[in-house]
């Protein structure tokens, strides 16, 4: 895939107000919406990578993976080295103990799934979690791991096979979205269907 400038300058968009929201700025207290402007764009890009592969029969599941670790992971890896230190020596016990669970499910790409068992009454605020960040990259992971799987898999019945099969997720997101936001606010925020279901908008160009 070519180098696209504007996709760039769409993620400078979408981190301001993040980085506002997380600085305190009331006037951006939905700045998180960022956060799904990233998930959008990641969606299209690693359908776009993807789809170009495939039709070109070059597509390699294991070099799929090596790329995504070698971007994400020596970063990743960094931020977890930087903050072991300060947190052994500043975090009471409780924090503590979450900060290590942190270490382990950030390593399992699983950070929003621990961020949905462990919030409500019993949760620690955001302050006291480091890694709390992690969550979004956590459902970005799973959706690297099982998005070229499921893609692989129906490819070979043919693009009708996986307009239709992308159309039913499409339907089974948005219908799962709008429930959980309801019912349960947590998992809408934190689990994998209710974020990537928007990134699933942009693959109609490409199909």
């Not at 890896?77 to 903050?83: A, I, T």
């Not at 159309?167 to 925020?189: D, G, H, K, M, Y």
């Amino acid at each position: 895939m070519k180098y696209r400038a504007e996709i760039d300058g769409l993620r400078a968009l979408a981190v301001v107000p993040v980085i506002l929201f997380h600085a305190g700025f009331d006037l951006f207290s939905g700045g998180f919406v960022g956060v799904d402007i990233f998930f959008v764009i990641s969606g299209y890009l690693i359908t776009t990578i993807l789809i170009e592969d495939i039709e070109n029969k070059r597509f390699s599941i294991v070099n799929f993976y090596e790329r995504r670790a070698r971007r994400i992971l020596p970063a990743l890896f960094f931020v977890m080295l930087v903050c072991i230190p300060f947190a052994w020596m500043w975090m009471l016990p409780d924090p503590l103990e979450n900060f290590g669970q942190s270490i382990i499910a950030t390593m399992l790409s699983a950070n929003n799934i621990l961020l949905f068992l462990t919030s409500g009454y019993w949760g620690l605020a955001s302050e006291f979690k480091p890694l709390l960040h992690t969550w979004s990259l956590g459902i970005e992971e799973q959706y690297y791991i099982f998005f070229p799987i499921f893609l692989i898999a129906i490819w070979r019945f043919g693009r009708q096979a996986v307009v239709l099969s992308i159309a039913i997720l499409l339907l089974v997101s948005l219908t799962l979205s709008e429930w959980t936001s309801r019912e349960n606010p947590e998992a809408a925020f934190s689990l994998f269907i209710q974020e990537h279901g928007s990134s699933l908008l942009v693959l109609s160009p490409h199909l």
